[in-house]
């Protein structure tokens, strides 16, 4: 089975803090891993995935994240946060026989403060 | 490229109507599209992956015979939410898997459906 835990529902930084959304994922088999943004009122786009190549992967909008198998972890950063940052963002893995489902977590919301 | 539409993207209606939403993938060709329902400040929830010319899978606890879904072709996916009531009010949204793609899924931007 598979789970995905997002650590904060909610997270509040500065205009141009650095950004760090927390996820940590169970698998029994090598996953796949994908940040997704949702703005209000709006589905989800792909922000970037992790496909078994390189751990560090580069998304959109300046955003990045690292697998690390031993922490069982898929942190998303943003080194400076920017206002059209604030967003839901949702973690989700897949992998295995699921068929091509993907298990989300629950959100985080982040706001961004002038 | 990979870009899903839904329409419509808002709709009102009557209880005891039936409504129907579609979803299509405008560059790609999808397999494999799925159903997600959504609640306010809450994550996606499954409600069944649409094989292109077969049954749905429907996820447990989804009623099939209230949320009809036909995959008719590989670009176009239909959800149909027969007899609405206000519960069944929420933001609906589809996502389509492109062809052999590690299991990326492209979302719809999706619908809001509200239930008089």
């Known amino acids: 089975a598979q789970s995905v835990t997002q650590l904060g529902s909610h997270v509040s930084v500065s205009e141009g803090a650095l950004v760090l959304l927390r996820c940590n994922y169970s698998s029994s088999v090598p996953p796949y891993l994908f940040w997704y943004v949702q703005y209000p009122n709006q589905g989800l786009q792909l922000l970037l995935k992790?496909?078994?190549?390189?751990?560090l992967v580069k998304g959109i909008n300046g955003f990045e994240a690292e697998f690390k198998k031993s922490e069982t972890s898929f942190h998303l950063t943003k080194p400076s946060a920017h206002m059209s940052d604030a967003a839901e963002y949702f973690c989700a893995v897949s992998g295995g026989n699921q068929g091509g489902k993907l298990i989300f977590g629950q959100g985080t919301e982040l706001s961004v403060k002038p | 490229g990979a870009v899903v539409s839904q329409h419509p993207s808002r709709v009102i209606c009557k209880s005891g109507t039936s409504v129907k939403i579609e979803c299509r993938s405008l560059d790609f060709q999808a397999t494999t599209m799925f159903w997600y329902r959504q609640f306010p400040k809450q994550s996606l929830m499954l409600m069944a992956t649409s094989n292109e010319g077969s049954k749905a899978t429907y996820e447990q606890g989804v009623e099939k015979d209230k949320f009809l879904i036909n995959h008719a072709s590989l670009t176009l996916s239909t959800l149909t939410v027969t007899s609405a009531h206000p519960e069944d009010s929420s933001f609906y949204i589809c996502s389509a898997k492109a062809p052999r793609s590690t299991d990326t899924q492209y979302f719809g931007p999706g619908t809001r459906l509200t239930v008089l």
């Open positions: 992790y496909t078994s190549a390189a751990t």
